[in-house]
């Protein structure tokens, strides 16, 4: 039963979230808008359903004042269109049909369509004519089926996401030419067939963010012969179904990163020396893995490390030795050492006990099964 006054605050917070325009971002400006972009808006509006009303300030002359519409305040052109529903209860989604007529708005800069209810409904591929685009955001939206390769037709885009939709993708090969590209997520789209997909994602020099979570992703080369990924700080492929003696080598070459995460990858073998030099590195998991026996090389170089989680990896070993390669120069920022479910053994060296008592007081937990 819950109690009283927890109802009494849910009714009252549902009673506050009554959608408003005001939540859709109105930030417009007084420039009046174009007709036929105006027409445009209008066309798209009707399309859609929207049970809440949440573009019920979509009417009137002055497009640019519209919930969600964003226009450059020079020439009057729409520039944004957030139509997210991420801040919204579930079940108020804006939803429904894409009409054709979005894509004519040409000098949109910025769409997010994140959190709506498009189920059944495909990314028009016409999305590929919106040139001016510099940032997607398609995910949790409910898509389905094939991610359009005409998004590589989005030559300015910097931020792309298509993540967390019942979305495929069987060839990344349009990716390559996002030169731009700072931040890519398609976790949990599916790339079961996608083979060359680290070729696709070297091409792009400016990347920062690479999310292929839960992708199904399968293959992936051993090697790469150039590499291109310079600026890459977040890399996250945890959770694929890699085949087995997944491997590799190119992600230790990667100096700049400062989160990796492998868990649950099938990642097998040992983690090479390489790892020693990833001296940005401050979070690393690369837990239900298989490492083979063997504890990781010597890391004393990683000076910003704050968490490392090698749970239930097949780790053996002795616990001082592990504690020696572990980086005494961030032991003041690290917070989570997370080696339980392993097959370590031996005692702590005593110089540990004060500093790993220190850090468990903090936020995290060190925990490590005997
Ligand atoms: C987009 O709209 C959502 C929901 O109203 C809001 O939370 C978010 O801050 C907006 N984003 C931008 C960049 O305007
Ligand atoms: C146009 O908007 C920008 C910021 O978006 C602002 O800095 C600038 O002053 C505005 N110009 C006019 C004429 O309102
Ligand atoms: C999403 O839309 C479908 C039909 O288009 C509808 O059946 C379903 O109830 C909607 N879901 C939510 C959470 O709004
Ligand atoms: C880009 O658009 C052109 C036409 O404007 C089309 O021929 C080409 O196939 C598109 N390329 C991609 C990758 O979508
Ligand atoms: C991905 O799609 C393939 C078929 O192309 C299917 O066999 C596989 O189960 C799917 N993966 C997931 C995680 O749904
Ligand atoms: C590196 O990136 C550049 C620019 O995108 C591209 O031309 C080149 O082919 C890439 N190199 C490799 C090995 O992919
Ligand atoms: C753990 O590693 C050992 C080799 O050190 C191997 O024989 C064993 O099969 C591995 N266990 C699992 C569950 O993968
Ligand atoms: C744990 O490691 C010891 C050696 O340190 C080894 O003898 C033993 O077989 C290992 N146990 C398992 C379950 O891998
Ligand atoms: C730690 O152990 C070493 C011997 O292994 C000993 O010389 C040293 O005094 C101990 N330090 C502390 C703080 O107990």
Redesign the pocket.
């Known amino acids: 039963m819950a109690p009283h006054w927890l109802l009494a605050l849910v009714s009252l917070l549902l009673l506050l979230q009554t959608p408003s325009i005001s939540s859709l971002d109105a930030r417009g400006s007084d420039a009046t808008c174009v007709a036929h972009e105006r027409a445009a808006l209008l066309s798209f509006k009707a399309s859609l359903s929207d049970p809440a009303k949440l573009l019920s300030s979509w009417h009137g002359e002055h497009c640019c004042t519209w919930g969600g519409v964003g226009c450059s305040n020079r020439t009057g052109h729409v520039l944004k269109l957030n139509l997210s529903s991420c801040s919204q209860e579930f079940g108020v989604r804006v939803g429904g049909e894409i009409s054709p007529s979005l894509t004519t708005l040409h000098h949109l800069r910025y769409l997010d369509l994140s959190c709506s209810n498009f189920s059944g409904v495909q990314i028009p591929q016409k999305i590929g004519s919106l040139k001016s685009l510099q940032h997607l955001d398609l995910s949790r939206a409910s898509f389905v089926g094939r991610v359009p390769p005409q998004l590589g037709n989005l030559s300015n885009l910097i931020f792309l996401s298509v993540s967390d939709n019942p979305l495929y993708s069987d060839d990344l090969a349009w990716l ?1 030419h996002l ?1 731009s590209l700072q931040y890519l997520d398609m976790s949990s789209v599916n790339l079961s067939t996608v083979v060359d997909w680290v ?1 696709a994602i ?4 400016s990347l920062k963010v690479l999310r292929l979570e839960d992708s199904d992703l399968r293959k992936s080369p051993a090697t ?3 590499y ?1 990924l310079t600026a890459l700080r977040v890399l996250d492929i945890s959770g694929n179904s890699f085949q087995a003696g997944f491997s590799p080598s190119w992600v230790w070459h990667i100096t700049t990163l400062t989160y990796l995460d492998l868990s649950q990858c099938d990642f097998h073998g040992s983690i090479p020396d390489e790892m020693g030099s990833m001296t940005s590195l401050e979070e690393v998991h690369i837990a239900e893995a298989n490492l083979a026996g063997i504890i990781p090389p010597n890391l004393k170089n990683l000076c910003n490390l704050k968490i490392v989680d090698l749970h239930d990896s097949n780790t053996t070993g002795d616990i001082g030795e592990l504690m020696e390669r572990l980086p005494k120069c961030s032991w003041d920022k690290m917070y989570v050492l997370d080696f339980s479910d392993n097959n370590i053994s031996g005692s702590l060296p005593n110089w540990t006990c004060a500093t790993v008592d220190r850090s468990t007081s903090k936020t995290g937990y060190a925990t490590s099964s005997f």
Do not use: R, V
């Open positions: 390559s030169t070729h070297n091409k792009l020099p790469l012969s150039h291109n």
